[in-house]
């Protein structure tokens, strides 16, 4: 089984909708991320949060939310969503030191 | 701040030609080096990483030296195969920071 999940894989859905992007872990990291990848952008960080008490924005993360509901679970929310919010998102989990991060299959979210 | 360029791509070679990817970055004090795969659909894996300066880092046949003097870390391979056909990301790490820093990514297709 894979160490990241993400749900769903795809979802379409409307401007103005309110979307939950669901990450699961299993490696027993403390520390996960949000990133959105766009083309020729490489991969942007949204939001991060190095244990359940501890969340921080990243740098693009107006029009974001997210929720640590335990050490293997972190969701993201796009409060209402907007077509420039079309991308593929990914989860990610790192260890203690902070450097290797392992990531989840991406979720391709598009927006009309 | 940190940041990582990385040449653009489509890079389109012939299977068992020589592969280079160029990377540089910048950074403050002496961050870690990585280069991570996208196979299509797939979400990022970990290809190979080197933490300080003049290591060498190798996985798969793909190799990438830290060069602080030129600030660089260029992905090689001797031959690809059509299986190599992803898209590369070089990243960077620096000890208590938030995040990995991307690079835009750099497309590789490799033609029978």
């Known amino acids: 089984d894979a160490d990241v999940t993400q749900t769903p894989r795809n979802r379409i859905t409307k401007t103005g909708k309110r979307i939950m992007l669901e990450c699961s872990q299993t490696?027993?990291?403390?520390?996960m991320y949000w990133y959105r990848q766009d083309p020729g952008l490489g991969l942007r960080l949204i939001y991060y949060?190095?244990?359940?008490?501890?969340?921080n924005k990243g740098e693009i993360s107006d029009g974001y939310s997210v929720s640590r509901q335990a050490q293997a679970k972190f969701s993201l929310s796009l409060e209402s969503a907007i077509p420039n919010q079309t991308a593929l998102y990914f989860c990610?989990?790192?260890?203690?030191?902070?450097?290797?991060?392992?990531f989840g299959p991406g979720t391709r979210l598009t927006v009309l | 701040g940190d940041s990582v360029t990385q040449m653009e791509g489509p890079v389109t070679l012939s299977e068992e030609a020589f592969l280079t990817i160029n990377c540089t970055y910048t950074?403050?004090?002496?961050?870690?080096l990585f280069w991570y795969v996208q196979y299509p659909g797939e979400g990022l894996q970990l290809l190979l990483k080197?933490?300080?300066?003049?290591d060498k880092g190798s996985n798969k046949g793909f190799e990438a030296t830290y060069r602080k003097e030129t600030t660089s870390f260029h992905l090689e391979k001797g031959s690809v195969q059509v299986s190599d056909s992803a898209v590369y990301f070089c990243?960077?790490?620096?000890?208590?920071?938030?995040?990995?820093?991307f690079g835009s990514g750099t497309r590789l297709q490799v033609q029978p």
């Open positions: 490696k027993g990291h403390d520390r």
């Open positions: 950074a403050t004090g002496y961050p870690s």
């Open positions: 080197a933490t300080k300066a003049d």
């Open positions: 990243a960077l790490g620096n000890t208590g920071r938030r995040a990995l820093t």
């Open positions: 990610a989990t790192s260890d203690p030191g902070g450097d290797t991060q392992y």
């Open positions: 949060s190095f244990d359940v008490k501890d969340i």
